[in-house]
């Protein structure tokens, strides 16, 4: 399972790549309103660092404007994943970018019928929006299951799912047992992987037991 960080913080995901856990990156506008620089700039930034997938999300809502608003961000280099949410114009802007070989990432997936459009428009990724369905009474697990079952049916699709609005250690284990080609989570969640209490608890009796040897 690759995992992607959500984050628009270079030097943050310069540190989690160093450790294996960036293999990409996805960003959205409320990240990007948080620096002081313009948008473009923090992604060519983070585009120094990642040479892989670089989602960086479209407001435009009709399809010749969103492939204007594209075209600058797809100059920064092939990494540029374009992030659109299920909308007909973003679906046509997606098949249209995805004929062009350029990388498209359907956000805001609640359905699997949803997911199957995307796949059939192309897209490199499709994320399925797992907390948020959640909060509103549904199971995010189940969303995720039913379209890895459906993509598994049809492997000529070829569309990745990235299981998105990830919050907490469970959903990672979960997306993790279900075969999820990626996640994508904060950067502060993404840290937490490797804690445990009882790991804690163990290296401190390994330091005790060390210091008392030494003493001795």
Do not use: W
Request: glycine letters at 4%; one cysteine or more.
């Amino acid at each position: 399972m690759k995992i992607f960080v959500d984050s628009c913080d270079p030097s943050e995901i310069a540190m989690l790549k160093e450790r294996g856990l960036a293999d990409g990156v996805t960003t959205n506008p409320s990240l990007l309103a948080q620096h002081k620089k313009d948008a473009y700039s923090v992604i060519k930034d983070i585009c120094q660092i990642i040479d892989t997938s670089v989602s960086v999300q479209m407001i435009s809502a009709e399809c010749d404007d969103i492939l204007r608003e594209a075209e600058k961000f797809l100059a920064i280099g092939e990494q540029i994943t374009i992030k659109l949410p299920f909308t007909l114009p973003a679906l046509h802007a997606c098949k249209l970018l995805s004929q062009q070989q350029r990388l498209v990432n359907m956000t805001l997936c609640f359905t699997p019928l949803q997911a199957l459009a995307a796949a059939k428009a192309g897209a490199a990724f499709v994320s399925p929006f797992i907390g948020r369905l959640e909060d509103n009474g549904s199971s995010g697990m189940e969303l995720l299951r039913d379209i890895i079952c459906i993509y598994s049916n049809y492997p000529r699709l070829g569309t990745e799912v990235m299981a998105a609005s990830i919050r907490n250690q469970n959903h990672i284990t979960q997306a993790a047992l279900l075969g999820t080609d990626i996640i994508t989570a904060p950067a502060k969640l993404l840290k937490e992987l490797v804690n445990s209490h009882l790991t804690t608890a163990g290296l401190e009796k390994f330091l005790q037991d060390h210091r008392s040897n030494t003493i001795s």
